[in-house]
């Protein structure tokens, strides 16, 4: 069944490492979106791609994050280096935004980040 | 920017009484409106959408109403059962497939 794939689910590291997570989203969709995940924060949106295109990453801090789309079937996200505060669950989701036609978002599991 | 507040962040009901989530949204030019449930160790699932040129929706015990000039929209659950049990959050955004604007969420509780 078509779903939007994360990976690692889960990814520890040190401090000052780098941290690059995986997302494939569903086959067909046109928009990809990162969001994280705290308990202080709740969801916040990081970046947002549509036809691969970098339409918004106003939420993302640039100094250490970066976001692509190599192709259609993959997004990335980047920390380098990485800071405990960045310990967070990063969301990927996708969907179909274009004339006349739009689905909502799917979510993927997850990668929960823990960075000591 | 968007902006979505939800309340209450935390409710618990009795297994079959009903529970009502509030939401509000700031920019009017917002006219998708889903409602996401997140299990724990999940990604949040859409559970009901609306879209602004309709004032109520219904899916089995799942409802959802917008008001457009007051700017807010609410998710009713009725006949809770413990499998309810979730955080439930929604969010605003123009058109569905674009980016949205999410409330902070409400932790749900159904007590058997």
């Known amino acids: 069944d078509a779903r939007v794939t994360q990976t690692p689910r889960h990814k520890v590291t040190e401090m000052g490492q780098e941290v690059t997570m995986r997302c494939q989203p569903i086959l067909g969709h046109n928009t990809v979106f990162w969001y994280r995940q705290t308990m202080m924060q709740g969801l916040e949106l990081l970046a947002y791609?549509?036809?691969?295109?970098?339409?918004?990453d106003s939420g993302m801090p640039k100094d250490r994050f970066s976001a692509e789309m190599p192709d259609a079937t993959l997004a990335t996200l980047k920390i380098q280096p990485s800071e405990p505060r960045d310990s967070a669950v990063y969301f990927c989701?996708?969907?179909?935004?274009?004339?006349?036609?739009?689905?909502?978002?799917?979510f993927g599991q997850g990668t929960r980040l823990t960075v000591v | 920017g968007e902006n979505v507040e939800q309340h209450p962040s935390t409710l618990s009901v009795q297994e079959g009484d009903s529970a009502v989530i509030k939401c509000t949204y700031s920019d009017s030019a917002s006219n998708y409106f889903p409602w996401y449930k997140q299990e724990l160790g999940k990604g949040p699932q859409l559970i009901i959408d609306?879209?602004?040129?309709?004032g109520e929706k219904k899916d089995q015990r799942i409802a959802v109403t917008l008001n457009k000039t007051a700017k807010h929209f609410s998710l009713h659950i009725t006949e809770t059962q413990p499998e309810d049990s979730a955080v439930y959050f929604c969010a605003a955004s123009m058109n569905a497939g674009n980016m949205l604007t999410f409330g902070g969420g409400t932790r749900l509780m159904v007590k058997p």
């Open positions: 791609f549509r036809n691969r295109a970098p339409l918004d």
């Open positions: 989701a996708s969907g179909l935004a274009s004339t006349g036609v739009n689905t909502e978002a799917f």
């Open positions: 609306i879209r602004s040129n309709v």
